[in-house]
């Protein structure tokens, strides 16, 4: 009994999802090649890609497509483009592989913002593929596209742009990354990590981790001033565990390690961790508004990025 009341309070105590309501005048929403955006998270949420299992054949195809790209768009790098890591599996190792781009900045501030998303799914269960277009074929391919974007319009501040992988298998990317930084920790100002932003229903996407910061929202604010999507703040810090949303991608390392962060995702939907999220139930306009809003949080947050994370 005592324990079903506290469960009680706690969800009592959880507060109601709040629209991050724009706060100046509307400007126009960053562009994007939507036509891109498809034609990688197609690519990535492909039957041939298998799932995308961290340590699987499926997994080093779609980083070998990613590499590619990046390549292609003209990034820079620290060190290695690919930075692998193994980890213990069941039955054997399992390799797998973060890629690190680069966007240099155009002041040397010493400090770098992070933008990041996993590449990797659950692979083959049962003999059916999971895909998981949106969980995170969509972030994956998302980054792509910031990537170009930042190439176009270089930030004052560095970028860098990291595809993690092993998410699914306990953040083991991003414990990686953050173990064996590539600059270091404390350069690192902040992480905006996109994890499933290719559809709902409702037109809205959480942006977590302004009420754990509350510095952080006024820049979600001024973000969604540029993109038709309607940015939500909630699902951290004072929400109940099971909807506390700070560890459950891998801004949860970032977090642990003291390092501000911003997770950009929808709510789960009925083709979560299912076989059945497959790119046909992407939502185009909406993903491209997901993207939209990313980029313009990148840019607030580098225009005053000492302000955006004071400590709270």
Request: hydrophobic fraction near 40%.
């Amino acid at each position: 009994m005592l324990h079903a009341l506290l469960l009680a309070l706690t969800f009592q105590q959880a507060p109601a999802p709040a629209i991050a309501a724009c706060t100046g005048a509307r400007v126009a929403p960053p562009s994007v090649d939507g036509t891109q955006l498809m034609r990688d998270v197609s690519v990535l949420a492909a039957d041939s890609m298998e799932g995308r299992e961290l340590g699987t054949r499926g997994g080093q195809r779609a980083r070998r497509y990613l590499a590619g790209r990046i390549r292609g768009l003209g990034m820079d790098t620290l060190g290695p483009l690919e930075q692998p890591f193994t980890v213990a599996g069941r039955d054997s190792t399992l390799h797998g592989a973060n890629l690190v781009a680069l966007v240099r900045g155009t002041a040397d501030t010493g400090r770098y913002l992070v933008v990041s998303a996993h590449y990797d799914h659950v692979g083959v269960q049962r003999g059916e593929i999971y895909n998981g277009a949106d969980d995170n074929a969509s972030g994956t391919a998302a980054l792509l596209a910031i990537a170009a974007h930042l190439r176009r319009n270089p930030p004052k501040h560095s970028v860098l742009l990291v595809w993690f992988d092993g998410e699914e298998h306990g953040l083991e990317g991003a414990e990686h990354l953050l173990q064996r930084p590539p600059v270091p920790r404390a350069a690192m100002a902040i992480d905006v990590n996109l994890d499933m932003v290719g559809r709902n229903a409702n037109n809205r996407m959480f942006a977590v981790g302004p009420i754990k910061r509350p510095a952080l929202a006024p820049f979600v604010r001024r973000a969604a001033c540029r993109t038709p999507i309607t940015l939500m703040l909630g699902h951290d810090k004072g929400w109940s565990p099971a909807e506390d949303w700070t560890g459950q991608s891998d801004q949860g390392v970032f977090d642990q390690a003291g390092i501000p962060f911003i997770y950009l995702g929808v709510e789960d939907h009925p083709d979560y961790h299912r076989p059945t999220d497959d790119v046909e139930r992407l939502m185009p306009a909406f993903f491209t508004g997901a993207v939209q809003a990313a980029i313009a949080l990148v840019e607030v947050l580098d225009a005053d990025l000492g302000t955006a994370t004071r400590t709270p």
